[in-house]
């Protein structure tokens, strides 16, 4: 032996296993990873990969059959209700099991335990964020909730059994490429984190609430011109309820506290920015026409909910056969039953209510160590929960929270979430906190058969507000902006709140019934759009934040639209007018003064005034519109809201452009900073000028045209880039109903004609399997950015020999 | 003939403990043996181990993404960062199997040989 070199290269060889078994830094272990026979060359799925499979496992009742189609999408064939999920959990594990765990990782506040503390504490802040708003708090009481109902205790049983199956028979070359990329394996699955789910898309749609913005913005309005800035309705309201609906009387009376309005003038707080928060269009558009105006004498109902576009999709679509009920639609990956879709007699879909149901309550601690709060004239215990958080690479990070009467303490002198101030004490009341069971709705929607079932279903859902729409073979269409939702006094949860003593606290619900909807209306159509539902009859304040032009437009259509096709909803549901500028475009050439314009400006001008007001991919009049736009917006707030401090919010764009179709003197016009009063001419003239340095920018760089400008893409929900699609050539936009803005949009397109054989169409834009390595990862998205569809196959039990069904996967009792 | 044989057992050996056995490194254990198996000369017996992983890995990787069409190699190839290319891709996988069973290799043959100048 030649024990010198022996030593040597021994230790070489040694050297070489370690170093490339390991993560550094973000560069995978690239020996692990790039084995052929157990790294990411196993995920590389053969382009001709056969699905067909028989498989046997415990954990079944009886035997079950799943046919995929050539999109691979599955068509679930059970003898009881329990296995269908089982199946379900088991193939929403096999086709998305990273993206289940990972975002119900990022729910439960546990990404830095795979990630990092992230850069500057980025992750760890969200982390903290999720845990601090009561995240896991929250999905714990709807876990007890959903497991005392014998049904959704079952469902999710099952569901979850199949997933943990999937998970036990999970080879390491089998596991998902972002596991192998970052090094984790998944862990078991279970109850709590269906919930956690549900709270992330909670979280996601019941977000919209700027307590703190307006608390700022409050200190520089009094409260009409606050008014004027956020007013409580528009003039172009097309709401869900038509105007003029007469409501009951409300059985929930409620009385604001005498003191509430110089409460909230009094508000002082100081510099901080940036927050973790949902995107402010988070929203949808869904509607139903009854059989009198659709060609087919059938209703259609059409939604499309418009969510950040990730990769894996948030959907996966499938069909659920049992004896009992047959549903077909999207489904979440990481939840049992059909979301949103179709039955053999009905079908459903969602919009978001986008009302206020998260307040802020100022705490007044005893002391630091937030042991006692002051609460009706008296000291109250308040509970420390200590939260423990693992981070990858560090030693574990401890964080106490207060749980008050309200809620937790959000916001304290430990973390500002970059919203709040360290020096006051914000706890935080969301109705998401309360015990539901919202899984029930999709359930009883799966099986529903008519309008008694639709409407037995709703209850279920207290958080996130929904607008849940129906349509039946029947003929009936119906409407419903269903949650439990708080009965508030006027403005009641727009600021922050006194948590001193019970006076500013909710002081009742909504019954159900005297929630606006809509069921077979006159006109034969029930529309959503994220717009506010009612008019100013209505006896309860509303609250939140609305889409104006997508619901205005929608009804319109809707309205002149007769003799209706499946054909006519493809094109109205891909629709890139854009009536945003039918309202500000005239505004804005009539204050035009084209003597005062330079060449390039007049170039520019004289591209918008010919645009067709169409967001369309190819038009350069949209960008030009947008940026003029985005800087009179500028030149008419700016001066104002300089003097806000810490995080504001601006009004609404509709808010500016109603005042300035108005024509009377919108008094923020006016720059304050300047002796002269400005005129509308001179905001519009100087908002023009002070946009053409951009689009010159955007011209040289040859992004003028509108989807090169917008440059929309979907991307991975880790961000990289090599797993995302970018740069897609795509329409649309915000207050279009093709809502399509950078990386948000609609989510799932679907079209029901509820003719005796259903007649549906759907895209999403991604793909069935979860592999990067799959053909079927993005395999939809050119269709959907193409503005096409596909033709759904509801599959029935005598076409299991149709050539339709291309792999057969059976399920085997063991 | 040794080189050769040695070349073989370790490319065949390999490919079966993937199948068989759980850790991605395990065919550095057995280039060792073939190297102490099959003695030869130290840069011979890293040349032989090299290139039994190589062709070993270049094979499954090649055949891999040819039936792939390459849908993951270029994104891998993006992510790593190798210019989005298949073929490095290929390549720098073939090396690293290869660099691990060479000196996998070269450490099973110093360890069996005998210290040849001293006895000349």
New interface residues.
């Given amino acids: 032996?030649?024990i010198g070199?022996?030593i040597i290269?021994?230790v070489?060889?040694t050297g070489?296993?370690y170093g490339?078994?390991k993560k550094w830094g973000t560069i995978p272990p690239?020996?692990?990873f790039?084995?052929?026979?157990?790294?990411?060359?196993?995920?590389?799925?053969?382009?001709?990969a056969d699905f067909a499979t028989a498989l046997k496992f415990s954990g079944l009742k009886d035997k079950a059959e799943v046919y995929f189609d050539e999109r691979l999408v599955p068509h679930v064939f059970t003898q009881n209700d329990e296995d269908a999920y089982f199946v379900q959990g088991y193939l929403h594990a096999k086709f998305r099991l990273w993206q289940m765990e990972f975002q119900t990782k990022a729910a439960a506040g546990r990404l830095s335990e795979i990630l990092g503390p992230g850069k500057d504490t980025s992750i760890l802040n969200f982390d903290r964020n999720m845990r601090r708003l009561g995240m896991v708090y929250a999905a714990k009481r709807s876990v007890e909730e959903t497991e005392n109902n014998p049904e959704s205790k079952a469902a999710c049983d099952a569901y979850t059994a199949g997933v943990n199956t999937y998970i036990e028979n999970l080879?390491?070359s089998e596991l998902p490429?972002e596991y192998k990329?970052l090094d984790y394996k998944p862990e078991k699955w279970n109850n709590l984190k269906i919930a956690l789910f549900l709270k992330y898309m909670s979280l996601d749609l019941a977000g919209p609430e700027n307590d703190i913005e307006y608390s700022n913005v409050k200190t520089v309005f009094d409260s009409a011109d606050f008014d004027k800035l956020y007013p409580f309705t528009q003039d172009s309201l097309d709401p869900i309820v038509p105007k003029g609906t007469v409501f009951p009387e409300p059985t929930v009376k409620v009385i604001a506290p005498a003191n509430a309005d110089s409460i909230f003038s009094a508000w002082k707080n100081s510099t901080v920015i940036n927050d973790i928060k949902s995107d402010k269009d988070n929203g949808s558009n869904n509607w139903a026409v009854t059989g009198t105006k659709t060609q087919s004498g059938a209703p259609i109902l059409c939604n499309d909910p418009h969510l950040s576009l990730n990769m894996p999709s948030l959907w996966y679509e499938m069909q659920l056969h049992t004896p009992n009920f047959n549903s077909y639609g999207a489904s979440f990956p990481g939840a049992p039953s059909i979301v949103i879709g179709f039955n053999d007699s009905c079908a459903w879909g969602f919009t978001n209510a986008m009302r206020d149901v998260r307040d802020y309550y100022e705490i007044k601690f005893k002391d630091d160590s937030k042991q006692e709060y002051w609460f009706n004239n008296a000291w109250k215990r308040a509970d420390l929960h200590i939260d423990t958080f693992k981070v990858a690479g560090q030693k574990d990070f401890y964080d106490t929270v207060a749980y008050t009467i309200f809620g937790p303490v959000m916001y304290d002198k430990s973390y500002s979430g970059k919203r709040a101030t360290n020096d006051r004490y914000f706890a935080v009341r969301w109705k998401a906190h309360d015990p539901s069971n919202e899984l029930m709705i999709f359930y009883k929607l799966n099986r529903a058969k008519n309008l008694d079932d639709y409407k037995a279903a709703l209850p279920y859902l207290s958080c996130p507000g929904q607008n849940c729409l129906f349509a039946d073979k029947r003929g009936n269409i119906a409407i419903w902006q269903q949650a439990v939702f708080p009965a508030k006094w006027k403005r009641q949860g727009d600021f922050v709140m006194p948590g001193t003593d019970s006076s500013f606290m909710w002081q009742g619900y909504i019954p159900m019934e005297e929630n606006p909807h809509v069921i077979n209306p006159e006109r034969g159509f029930v529309s959503s759009a994220n717009q506010l539902p009612v008019d100013t009859a209505y006896p309860y304040y509303i609250g939140g934040h609305h889409d104006l032009y997508r619901g205005y437009i929608i009804n319109r259509y809707l309205r002149n639209m007769n003799g209706i096709t499946t054909a006519d909803m493809q094109r109205l549901q891909t629709e890139n007018y854009n009536v945003l500028a039918e309202f500000a475009l005239p505004v804005l050439l009539k204050n035009t003064d084209e003597s005062q314009l330079s060449g390039d400006e007049k170039k520019f001008l004289d591209i918008v005034k010919t645009w067709n007001k169409r967001n369309d991919p190819g038009e350069k009049g949209v960008t030009i519109f947008a940026n003029w736009l985005d800087s009179v917006e500028v030149e008419i707030y700016g001066d104002e809201f300089s003097k806000v401090d810490g995080n504001f919010i601006w009004p609404e764009r509709y808010t500016m452009v109603e005042a300035l179709v108005r024509d009377s003197v919108y008094i923020f016009i006016d720059n304050i900073n300047t002796p002269a009063l400005e005129t509308t001419a001179d905001v519009v003239m100087a908002g023009f000028k002070k946009a053409v340095p951009v689009l010159l920018k955007a011209e040289a760089d040859n992004k003028l045209e509108w989807s090169k400008y917008k440059d929309a893409g979907v991307r991975h929900l880790l961000r990289?880039?090599?797993?995302s699609r970018y740069h897609l050539v795509v329409g649309g936009g915000q207050n279009i109903i093709n809502a399509t803005k950078d990386f948000h949009g609609p989510s799932w397109r679907m079209i029901v004609q509820l003719t005796d054989k259903i007649e549906a169409y759907a895209v999403y834009p991604g793909g069935q399997s979860g592999n990067?390595?799959?053909?079927y990862?993005d395999s939809f998205i050119d269709k959907w950015a193409a503005g096409k569809y596909y033709s759904l196959w509801f599959m029935h039990p005598s076409d299991k020999l149709d050539r339709k069904a291309k792999w057969k996967m059976t399920f085997d009792k063991l | 003939m040794k080189f050769f044989n040695s070349f073989l057992l370790t490319a065949l050996l390999s490919?079966i403990a993937?199948?068989y056995i759980?850790y991605?490194?395990f065919f550095?254990v057995i280039a060792?043996f073939v190297a102490i198996l099959i003695h030869q000369k130290?840069y011979k017996a890293f040349t032989a181990g090299f290139l039994a992983l190589f062709v070993l890995?270049f094979v499954?990787?090649f055949w891999?993404?040819f039936?792939?069409?390459g849908?993951?190699?270029a994104?891998?190839a993006?992510?790593l960062p190798l210019g989005g290319s298949n073929w490095m891709?290929i390549i720098?996988?073939a090396c690293?199997?290869g660099?691990?069973a060479g000196?996998?290799a070269?450490?099973g043959s110093?360890?069996?040989?005998?210290?040849s100048k001293k006895q000349i």
């Fill in positions: 032996m030649r070199p022996f290269s021994a070489i060889t070489l296993i490339l078994n690239i020996g692990k790039l084995s052929p026979q157990f790294g990411v060359w196993q995920n590389a799925e053969s382009a001709n080879k390491e490429l990329l990289l880039p090599a797993l990067p390595g799959s053909r990862y | 490919f993937g199948i759980s991605w490194w550095a060792f130290g890995w499954l990787a891999i993404d039936a792939n069409e849908v993951l190699s994104k891998i993006s992510l891709l720098v996988t690293i199997g660099l691990v000196f996998a070269l450490s110093y360890l069996r040989s005998t210290n």
